[in-house]
């Protein structure tokens, strides 16, 4: 077996280069590839009706202010589901302080308002990440 140690000649087109002439073929990322990207990966944190609104805003909105939506920290709905259940405190991760003290104090609305809470957890959540989105669109 012999195995050729010199040098490659860098004059002599080689097989990877003779295919160069040929356009790349990896995808550009452009602005609707990236706006469904987003849409795709954050489907499950807005209602549908809002992720309507949000693309039409994003594909109109400059490919160099993109990076002001990926920014965004958005709640999981399925996450605030369970912080209700178990905790109770989902309103303090949607930026709802004083229902949140105030439900704890009153001891969750004895019981009631944990209750209620538990079934509306995943509506407020969407809600309130439409919100932020909203707010994050309208200064872009």
């Known amino acids: 077996m012999n195995i050729d140690l010199s040098k490659p000649d860098l004059n002599k087109p080689d097989n990877n280069q003779a ?7 990896t995808p550009q990322l452009t602005e609707k590839y990236k706006v469904d990207m987003f849409i795709g990966l954050n489907a499950e944190n807005f209602h549908p009706h809002d992720l309507m609104i949000i693309k039409d805003k994003l594909e109109k909105m400059n490919d160099d202010k993109f990076f002001l939506i ?3 920290e958005l709640q999981k709905p399925s996450t605030i589901f369970l912080i209700a259940i178990i905790l109770g405190w989902e309103r303090f991760w949607l930026d709802d302080v004083g229902l949140g003290i105030l439900k704890i104090v009153t001891f969750y609305g004895c019981f009631i308002w944990w209750l209620v809470d538990i079934f509306s957890a995943k509506d407020r959540a969407k809600k309130h ?3 932020k989105m909203s707010k994050v669109l309208s200064m872009a």
Do not use: E, L, Y
Not at 19 to 25: C, E, T, V
């Open 129 to 131: 990440n439409f919100a």
């Open 19 to 25: 295919n160069s002439n040929k356009p790349d073929s």
């Open 70 to 72: 990926q920014g965004v």
